[in-house]
């Protein structure tokens, strides 16, 4: 069985760091393009980063480019998003997600990705 844990959210100041990370299991990995998406309250998923399956490609929203980065440890089964310089506006619930998407790319089109995680909560205030 397929599944996603997010971890490593929470209280942070704004201009501190976080670094979440995916844990999967149930599947090969580099079988899968991996998407980090953010929801908050009455909005829609909103794409974030995303990595290829060979890790090769990623893909950043502007609002985040230059603060955030996106890596993936095939080995450990594990997928990080490392977020600097955080923003009260980066406050959301973060998923990771997973997608059958051709080897040498990734999108953040949240309906291209079949698997879920639970989410893991960042606020972002002082």
């Known amino acids: 069985q397929l599944q996603l844990v997010e971890s490593g959210g929470g209280l942070v100041q704004p201009g501190g760091s976080l670094r979440l990370a995916c844990a999967v299991s149930?599947?090969?990995?580099?079988?899968?393009?991996i998407g980090w998406f953010r929801q908050t309250p009455g909005k829609d998923h909103e794409g974030v980063s995303c990595?290829?399956?060979?890790?090769?490609?990623?893909k950043y929203a502007d609002s985040v480019k230059g603060r955030f980065t996106i890596s993936r440890d095939n080995v450990k089964n594990t997928i990080y998003l490392q977020m600097n310089s955080l923003k009260p506006e980066d406050t959301a619930t973060y998923y990771c997600?997973?997608?059958?998407?051709?080897?040498?790319?990734?999108?953040?089109?949240?309906?291209?990705?079949?698997?879920w995680g639970q989410g893991t909560q960042v606020t972002v205030s002082s």
């Open positions: 990595i290829s399956r060979s890790g090769g490609f990623t």
């Open positions: 997600a997973a997608g059958l998407i051709p080897q040498n790319m990734c999108v953040m089109r949240p309906w291209e990705y079949d698997d």
């Open positions: 149930g599947f090969t990995l580099d079988d899968y393009a």
